[in-house]
């Protein structure tokens, strides 16, 4: 009973961590397709039913009760009224004590990775023509006219990479780390 609670309540929030990286991603590009505003607000409620039922859960884990403070400080940083994934952090929080951390980098970066190698391959192929945004010296927008860093995708895909091939020394992944920091500074010019 209490097992398969715990493994419906740890699955519920791998789902939203992969929904809201799929969204928050999604949206910055072409496609634009973000959920309506009742998704995000009846998933918000779900989150936080759940994150109750993780509190009861975990009651005994001390570190549920060190995320709590910190959950706290992200619930007033991000109000639900203004973007809708961050209001969600807090509740993450709380529901990401007791996951293995890989099934959690599995959940935030297999979607987000998805979308920009998709929107590289749309790039390449033609599919977007307007890649590059003037405004700003030279930055990636996906066909979007909201621009995103070309280089921080880069990192996102690095840092994929890294997860998967637990088999490599860290060291390797530096090299693209510090390309795609390079590609932000240097040429697209971001501060971000």
């Known amino acids: 009973g209490d097992m398969l609670i715990r493994t419906i309540v740890e ?15 999604i949206h910055l590009t072409t496609f634009g397709c ?16 759940a994150t109750l ?34 209001s969600f952090l807090s509740f993450l929080i709380i529901g990401c004590v007791g996951v293995n951390i890989r099934k959690i980098f599995y959940a935030a970066f297999i979607p987000s990775t998805l979308v920009i190698v998709i929107m590289m391959l749309s790039s390449l192929s ?9 405004g700003r010296n030279i930055r990636s927008s996906w066909g979007n006219g909201y621009p995103t860093d070309f280089g921080t995708a880069v990192l ?13 020394p860290d060291e390797i992944f530096l090299i693209p780390g510090l390309f795609s920091l390079y590609i932000s500074h240097s040429i697209t010019r971001s501060f971000t």
């Open 156 to 168: 996102m895909i690095v840092a994929f990479l890294w997860i998967l091939c637990k088999d490599l």
């Open 34 to 49: 973000n959920p309506w505003y009742k998704v995000y607000k009846y998933l918000y409620v779900i989150t936080i039913f």
């Open 53 to 86: 039922v993780k509190i009861v859960i975990y009651r005994k884990d001390k570190k549920l009760w060190f995320s709590i403070p910190v959950a706290v400080v992200f619930y007033l940083a991000f109000p639900f009224k203004y973007y809708e994934y961050q």
């Open 126 to 134: 033609g599919g977007i023509k307007n890649i590059v945004y003037w």
């Open 11 to 25: 699955s519920y929030f791998l789902f939203a961590i992969a929904f809201l990286s799929f969204c928050s991603q």
